[in-house]
């Protein structure tokens, strides 16, 4: 462990950031050894759970500096959670050190400088992160139940440090009830799950990322609740569609049984063609959403997001809820980042992961309800 990470004691105790309980002076009774070891092992577990959910939403195209300051927290708080204490708090300076270790050249400037506007960043970035952190909830618990963790992170309110100005920024950990997992029957190896191409299949698990703004200016995931009567938000403009086609068709036969030269009803026709088209253009993803559950999402929600989101109908304890959420997952065979997108070829019709690396022969199938996937 570095000097920085274990400051020398000074003559007054002031602040707990990062060190030992037996350096700290606070040596537990023996029968509470125990407990607090547990709970500083739990939180280590789920502070690496944390800290890897940043990475990998940082890595997918989401910014913001509100995630590189939580994979810093995490990184800090499971590496001195991991030598035994249970609640370790840090600095401001020291979070700083550690993001300028994480987004490098030249972004470490922005984040060491002694100046108000580095300051001023930091107490910026750490606002936005207690705003935002419940959009990670889904990603971390997806995370920490297939890990095997039985905790997720959560943050600890910023506590002042002794009798100085410096405040104390720290985890806590929420305790999570693991699924009981049956034990699997033996299969033969004839029996494993085959690719088309006659190799074995990949099998992956997708992870749910956070919730999504996809309306600029409205800090407002896309969520609706469709409960009684608002249920027809869905199927309205499935009926608004049918009643302009409706129209349309009756205005072109009237103009065809008119005696309106043959220029005119040519113009007419294609212009209500155009029309027609636009509108099962419009439905389409309605009509598909309402049959199928799921729907890859327009890409105009997406133009301010990473691409490969979807939109989902699915019950959540006694509601129905409209998500738009982004299911991720890493290739088996070349590591590159799965995203959902529209089945080319023989896999029209569907949605299916497709690997960035390689989307034409790394594809994998995709279960919203399960979150998993198996090559195709």
């Known amino acids: 462990m570095s000097a920085k990470d274990t400051p020398m004691l000074h003559a007054e105790h002031q ?6 309980w037996e350096e700290s002076g606070e040596i537990p009774e023996g029968d509470e050894s125990k407990p607090l070891f547990s709970q500083a092992a739990l939180l280590s577990y789920a502070a690496q759970v944390g800290a890897q959910a940043a990475a990998d939403c940082r890595e997918s195209g989401w910014r913001g500096d509100w ?3 939580l994979q810093a927290l995490c990184a800090l708080t499971a590496r001195h959670a991991e030598s ?3 609640a370790p708090t840090f600095t401001a300076e020291r979070l700083r050190e550690e993001i300028a270790q994480i987004v490098g050249t030249p972004e470490t400037q922005w984040w060491l400088g002694d100046t108000d506007s580095a300051r001023k960043k930091f107490t910026n970035a750490w606002k936005t992160l207690a705003t935002d952190f419940p959009r990670l909830g889904e990603n971390l618990r997806g995370r920490a139940i297939k890990g095997g963790v039985p905790g997720m ?3 600890a309110e910023p506590e002042r440090l002794g009798t100085t100005n410096a405040m104390g920024y720290g985890l806590a950990v929420l305790a999570l009830d693991l699924p009981v997992t049956r034990a699997k029957p033996a299969t033969s190896p004839s029996a494993q799950p085959v690719s088309l191409a006659g190799t074995p299949a990949f099998e992956i698990d997708y992870q749910e990322e956070m919730e999504v703004y996809p309306i600029p200016g409205v800090r407002r995931p896309l969520r609706i609740s469709l409960p009684g009567w608002r249920g027809m938000l869905v199927v309205a403009p499935l009926f608004g ?3 302009v086609g409706g129209f349309l ?8 049984m008119s005696n309106e030269p043959p220029r005119v009803l040519f113009q007419w026709t294609i212009l209500t063609g155009i029309i027609g088209a636009m509108l099962a253009w419009f439905c389409h993803p309605f009509h598909t959403l309402l049959n199928n559950r799921i729907v890859r999402a327009p890409t105009v929600l997406e133009a301010m997001l990473p691409l490969g989101h979807v939109l989902v109908l699915r019950r959540e304890a006694d509601d129905r809820v409209l998500r738009m959420v982004r299911f991720t997952a890493h290739c088996p065979i070349c590591e590159g980042e799965i995203t959902i997108e529209k089945g080319r070829r023989q896999h029209r ?3 299916v992961g497709e690997c960035g690396r390689n989307p034409v022969e790394h594809v994998f199938s995709f279960d919203f309800v399960t979150a998993k996937g198996r090559q195709l």
């Open 249 to 256: 068709a009756w205005l072109l036969f009237t103009l065809w």
């Open 84 to 86: 035994g204490n249970p």
């Open 349 to 351: 019709g569907r949605l």
């Open 153 to 155: 992170i959560t943050l």
């Open 241 to 243: 569609a049918l009643v």
């Open 15 to 20: 602040t707990n950031e990062g060190r030992l």
């Open 67 to 69: 995630l590189v300051l």
